[in-house]
């Protein structure tokens, strides 16, 4: 098969295309022809070596994709032959992901792709819609409650409006451009504030009639952590999935408010129930098409290195690569 492969860290120079053996599915696993490859941020940070040390003497990138299910090992029923799924955490603990014509998973982690998403559509599901999942829910409903989603134009940011706003809440995002706010107001968002050209707190204050907010998803900690203080109100959330720059922000222990649940999200950890709820919600939502995906520039397998840079240069939507032939 076709694949594209790292074995060193590296910029995306390190990335090569070539053969590599067809892989055989084992016990409880399930054989991927991958139709679309989805690329995160921690994909190219892990090829970097930011994130992740090499684990393995060769690794297949990408955690996320979408294909259809070509082989099946032991103990998985020969009738999901033939399944189109949606892939996710492809290549944690695991030397290949998505960026390859075949990839061998275990079977929970090729979910069932309704027929009303198409494949590249499927590979943006992974990372950016569980983990958006997860901050909004991993510590009850949001239903009535007030969300700051700040970054409404990314990845998790616009799911996270999307979710937000079926679950019932009032969602609230920042952009940096016209661009992204209209983006983020497709997505759900009842207020878009420029962070670049107006004052946030002012502006959260003004459209919560001065209350502030339940619960923010926070793409920046330490950027955003002077505004969070000012609008977040008592009993509420702030979730985390990325900590900004400095990546190690002093947060003081004493908030402006009491009782702030400051949740870290690290998406590959969840525990495995969260995972299966955040499955199962993202597939009910497709199948009801109440979901749009955010999509980004598209790349061939052999282009895979301009794909790295596109995401690294922070590509509006989530880029993919063309693997195999689908819909
Ligand atoms: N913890 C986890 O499990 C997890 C899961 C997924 C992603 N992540 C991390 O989360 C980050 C975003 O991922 P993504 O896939 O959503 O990336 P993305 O599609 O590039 O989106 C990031 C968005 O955040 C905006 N942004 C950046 N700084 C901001 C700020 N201070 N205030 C408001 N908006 C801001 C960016 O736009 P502007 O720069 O134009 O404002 C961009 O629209 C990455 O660092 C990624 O590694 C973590």
């Known amino acids: 098969m076709k694949a594209v492969w790292y074995e060193q860290n590296g910029d995306a120079g390190v990335l090569n295309i070539g053969d590599m053996p067809d892989p055989e599915p084992g016990p409880e696993e399930v054989r991927i022809r991958i139709v679309s490859s989805g690329i995160n941020p921690s994909d190219w940070k892990r090829r970097q070596g930011l994130t992740a040390t090499m684990g393995h003497p ?8 979408a ?23 492809c290549q944690i603990g695991r030397p290949y992901g998505t960026a390859a014509e075949y990839t061998v998973q275990p079977a929970i982690r090729a979910v069932p792709l309704h027929a009303n998403v198409n494949f590249t559509q499927g590979a943006c599901l992974g990372v950016p819609a569980m983990t958006a999942h997860r901050c909004l829910f991993a510590d009850g409903p949001v239903a009535g409650k007030t969300v700051f989603v700040p970054g409404g134009a990314g990845a ?14 009032q969602v609230i995002s920042t952009v940096s451009s016209d661009e992204k706010a209209s983006i983020a107001k497709s997505a759900g968002a009842s207020h878009v504030v ?30 955003n ?21 400095p990546p190690q922000p002093p947060v ?26 955040a499955v199962e919600d993202i597939n009910r939502l497709v199948e009801q098409n109440k979901l749009s995906h955010l ?20 590509a509006i939507g989530n880029v993919t690569l063309d693997v195999g032939t689908g819909d």
């Open 156 to 169: 998790v940011g616009n799911y996270a409006i999307q979710l937000a706003k079926l679950d019932g809440a």
């Open 295 to 314: 999509l980004g520039p598209r790349f061939s397998l052999d282009t895979a290195a301009e794909a790295h840079r596109a995401v690294e240069g922070g």
């Open 58 to 65: 060769r690794v297949v990138p990408h955690q996320d994709g």
């Open 194 to 223: 420029n962070y670049r050209t107006e004052d946030v707190v002012s502006r959260i204050l003004e459209v919560t009639d001065g209350a502030g907010v339940d619960h923010i998803v926070e793409v920046d900690f330490a950027g």
């Open 252 to 277: 003081p222990l004493q908030f402006n408010v009491s009782n702030v649940n400051v949740r870290l999200v690290l998406v590959y950890d969840m525990p495995e129930p969260a995972k299966t709820a």
């Open 67 to 89: 294909g259809v299910i070509d082989q099946v090992g032991s103990g998985v029923p020969a009738n999901r032959v033939g399944e189109r799924v949606w892939l996710y955490q």
């Open 225 to 245: 952590f002077k505004i969070s203080q000012q609008i977040l109100k008592a009993n509420s959330v702030l979730a985390v999935y990325a900590a900004g720059t």
